[in-house]
C-alpha cells in the first residue's frame, strides 16, 4: 500500500482519540497512532460482536415462540442473517487490526507520520469550517448525527480537498474505499454523494452572461 493511503487510514482510526490539545498532538508518535487505531477497531469489533450476539438471541427466541407462523419465521431468518453479517464484519476487522501494524513496519514510517499528523492537525485546527462546509452539503442530516466513521471519514475528506491540495477525484475515491472498508452497505454512497455537493458547492459560480446584465 502507498504511504499515503496508510497514513490517511491511520488518521481515521486514531481521530477519536487523539488529543484535542494542538501541542499534545504534536507530539504523538507513530507508535502512539497505530495504538489508538487498533483500539478503535478493537471497540468496533467488541461492538458489533455484542450486536450480532443480541440479534441472534432475538431470531432465536422469536424462532421458538413463532408456533410456525410464516411472517415470525422470516423475520427470525432475518435477524439470524444480520447476527452472521455483523459477525462477519468483526472478523473482518479483527483481520485489519492485526495486519495494520505489520503493514506499517514495511513502508516508509516517516512520511506515514508525516501525513497522518497533517491531516490530524488540520482536523483539528479546521474543525469548525469543515463543520460548516459538511453541514451546507448534508440535505436533510445532521452532521452530528451522523455514525462517527461516516462523519470522519467526510471530515478527512473535505481536509484533504480543502487544504492539502488533493485533488478533488482523488480525495473522494480514497473516502469512498475506506467507507466500503468501515462502514456499513450504504455508507459509501451516502458519502460520495455528499463530497460530490460539497465540490459542486466548492466550484466557482460562473459570472452572468452579459445580455443579462443590460
Known amino acids: 500500500m502507498q504511504p499515503r493511503r496508510i497514513a490517511r487510514e491511520l488518521a481515521l482510526l486514531s481521530l477519536s482519540q487523539m488529543p484535542?490539545?494542538?501541542?499534545?498532538?504534536?507530539?504523538?508518535?507513530?507508535?502512539?497512532?497505530?495504538?489508538?487505531?487498533?483500539?478503535?477497531?478493537?471497540?468496533?469489533?467488541?461492538e458489533a460482536l455484542e450486536?450480532?450476539?443480541?440479534?441472534?438471541k432475538r431470531g432465536s427466541d422469536r424462532?421458538?415462540?413463532?408456533?410456525?407462523?410464516?411472517?415470525?419465521?422470516?423475520?427470525?431468518?432475518?435477524?439470524?442473517?444480520?447476527?452472521?453479517?455483523l459477525t462477519q464484519n468483526a472478523i473482518n476487522r479483527l483481520g485489519t487490526a492485526v495486519e495494520f501494524p505489520?503493514?506499517?513496519?514495511?513502508?516508509?514510517?516517516?512520511?506515514?507520520?508525516?501525513?497522518?499528523?497533517?491531516i490530524l492537525q488540520t482536523i483539528n485546527r479546521r474543525q469548525l469550517e469543515v463543520n460548516e462546509i459538511l453541514t451546507q452539503a448534508l440535505q436533510d442530516w445532521q452532521l452530528n448525527r451522523l455514525p462517527r466513521i461516516d462523519r470522519d471519514i467526510l471530515r478527512l475528506a473535505v481536509v484533504e480537498m480543502e487544504f492539502l491540495g488533493i485533488p478533488e477525484?482523488?480525495?473522494?475515491?480514497?473516502?469512498?474505499?475506506?467507507?466500503?472498508?468501515?462502514?456499513?452497505?450504504e455508507g459509501h454512497r451516502f458519502i460520495n454523494g455528499v463530497l460530490r455537493r460539497v465540490t459542486n458547492r466548492m466550484k466557482?459560480?460562473?459570472?452572468?452572461?452579459?445580455?443579462?446584465l443590460l
Open 169 to 185: 477525484r482523488v480525495a473522494i475515491n480514497e473516502a469512498v474505499e475506506l467507507a466500503k472498508r468501515y462502514s456499513d452497505e
Open 51 to 56: 450486536t450480532a450476539a443480541a440479534e441472534l
Open 63 to 85: 424462532l421458538l415462540n413463532s408456533q410456525t407462523r410464516a411472517t415470525d419465521l422470516h423475520s427470525a431468518r432475518v435477524m439470524v442473517g444480520e447476527a452472521i453479517e
Open 204 to 212: 466557482p459560480q460562473a459570472p452572468p452572461a452579459m445580455e443579462n
Open 102 to 118: 505489520e503493514i506499517i513496519q514495511l513502508t516508509n514510517q516517516h512520511e506515514v507520520r508525516a501525513y497522518a499528523m497533517e
Open 20 to 46: 484535542n490539545s494542538p501541542e499534545q498532538l504534536e507530539k504523538e508518535q507513530l507508535t502512539n497512532l497505530v495504538l489508538a487505531a487498533v483500539r478503535t477497531l478493537s471497540s468496533e469489533i467488541q
